[in-house]
């Protein structure tokens, strides 16, 4: 039986376990009847369990101090501040069935504040929320006053102001857990890995996906090894051993990529190493380039360029070394042209002079050496051509080249050697196959002959040619007799040959 507000001393009684019944609504068929026995029980027990948890959230929390937060502490969450307990004459008089409805109103509002309470309290809220939890509680409390005395409506409402709180608090706790977060990177930074797995482990209870924490608390727990391989690598590094000191920075970023210690110190040795493989490299191509090693020095500027891409020393040094390599090829062209002009080797000499041009078609030397080749490479060429073919000087066309080339050949200054040789050589063929010469044919007076080269001729005994040197042929013809063939030479350096005609071998038929 629920003690109703009239009975003498109901304001001033205790909250007792029975007084957590639900009330039966007004359209309640069962209304007009008490509660029967197991359902008195049930309500019992539920209102034993619902004091426990008003226990938890409100005097637990009074009786055991929290713990020190992590420096410097989140800001605490901002929740609007408990009311005042309402007065007894603000709340209307209720009816009895308006009393129990208003009762079991107030008690699911609790139960519900005390949901989200609980939820709060395992996310350790009384740790962070500071006087936003506190004046939660004292909202709770003043609910729980106005409960015990019957002023259901009130309860009512310091419970929605509770829950309110409580949900402003519950929305906190992203802001909450950043805090943490940059506590403990912070925590990092300052080298103090309690501190920092401590923050990173308050973070992650609030929200347990959050990856900055996840990846914050990885760190802190490998804190300590980290620094221990840093002060190794710093101890090699002092004494010079700088490939163990680079191995043990590079195992310390394997546990902690975001170890900047070790990363600037990796990148320090790095670039002190690359610093002295730039400067041998350098130093090697300019020993090449002095000894005229011109691939081997551009090998070496090329390695000390991918060192240091952006280098201008390396730059300049490859197009130091491309210009005295050209420079070198022009003058080693030229030697060989002379050599070969010497040699009157014309041909390979206009070689040297083209060679020399491709790479700068500037230089004077070459270009003028290139004309003065190309002229005695054509007339080397036809000399030798004329040489090989001088029988064809008995020709009118090719002897009147062969004495324009003669002249060509006589007019050159200084003509050297070989040329010398050619132009004898070339004066004597003339000559040789130029020079007539009278020669004899004898016949029968019965043969008619024909000369190759000179033409027909009727029977005759005796015929005096005029021939120019060269080899002849001369047919004889007879009716009724066997054809005859004759080869003769003339040269004018021999004496006129004679040349017997004369068809003898009678044809038998």
């Known amino acids: 039986m629920l003690p109703d507000q009239t009975s003498p001393g109901a304001a ?66 901002v929740a609007p501040a408990p009311a005042d307990p309402a007065p007894t004459h603000a709340d209307p008089l209720l009816t009895p069935a308006g009393k129990a409805s208003a009762r079991l109103d107030a008690q699911n509002a609790l139960a519900a504040v005390l949901r989200i309470a609980e939820t709060l309290q395992q996310r350790k809220a009384h740790e962070w929320a500071g006087v936003a939890w506190r004046d939660v509680q004292a909202t709770i409390a003043n609910g729980e006053t106005a409960y015990r005395e019957q002023r259901f409506p009130a309860a009512l409402r310091h419970y929605a102001d509770a829950t309110k709180a409580l949900q402003t608090i519950e929305r906190g706790i992203p802001d909450v857990a950043a805090r943490y977060v940059d506590a403990g990177e912070r925590a990092l930074r ?7 797995v401590d923050a990173f482990e308050r973070a992650l209870a609030l929200v347990p996906d959050d990856g900055r924490a996840q990846r914050g608390l990885q760190r802190a727990q490998s804190l300590d090894r980290v620094l221990a391989l840093i002060k190794e690598a710093n101890g090699y590094e002092t004494l010079g051993d700088m490939e163990r000191a680079r191995s043990a920075y590079r195992e310390a970023l394997t546990l902690d990529a975001e170890a900047s210690t070790a990363a600037q110190a990796l990148e320090r040795i790095d670039r002190t190493r690359a610093d002295k493989n730039f400067a041998r490299a350098m130093s090697a191509g300019y020993q090449a380039l002095e000894a005229q090693r ?57 070689g040297q002079y083209r060679a020399v041009l491709a790479i700068d078609r500037g230089i004077e030397a070459a270009n003028s050496g290139l004309t003065r080749t190309s002229a005695r490479v054509a007339i080397d060429l036809e000399m030798e051509k004329t040489l090989v073919q001088a029988e064809r000087l008995r020709e009118d066309a090719i002897y009147g080249q062969a004495q324009a080339l003669l002249a060509n050949a006589r007019a050159v200054k200084s003509p050297g050697p070989k040329l010398a040789r050619q132009i004898a050589r070339l004066a004597t063929a ?20 024909r000369v190759t080269r000179v033409g027909a001729f009727q029977p005759f005994a005796q015929q005096q040619l005029t021939l120019l040197a060269g080899r002849y042929t001369a047919v004889g013809q007879r009716e009724g007799y066997r054809d005859v063939r004759v080869e003769f030479t003339v040269d004018p350096a021999s004496p006129p040959p004679t040349v017997e005609v004369r068809c003898t071998e009678m044809v038998r038929f």
């Open 190 to 196: 300052e080298a103090d890995g309690v501190a920092a």
């Open 12 to 77: 001033d009684a205790p909250l007792a376990a029975h007084e957590f019944v639900a009330a039966p609504r007004p359209d309640d068929r069962s209304a007009g009847r008490g509660p029967g026995r197991g359902t008195v029980y049930a309500y019992a027990l539920l209102a034993v369990a619902m004091l426990a948890c008003v226990s938890a959230v409100v005097v637990l929390p009074k009786l055991v101090m929290p713990p020190p937060a992590v420096a410097p502490p989140p800001a605490a969450v």
């Open 294 to 350: 011109f691939d081997q020095a551009k090998t070496s500027f090329e390695q000390a360029r991918a060192l240091r891409p952006q280098s201008t020393e390396a730059e300049n040094a490859l197009k130091q070394t491309a210009l005295r390599a050209s420079s070198a090829r022009i003058e080693q062209a030229l030697k060989a042209a002379a050599n070969h002009e010497r040699a009157e080797r014309w041909n390979e000499a206009a």
């Open 430 to 449: 003339i000559k040789h196959y130029r020079t007539p010469v009278t020669v004899l044919l004898r016949s029968d007076d019965r043969t008619a002959v």
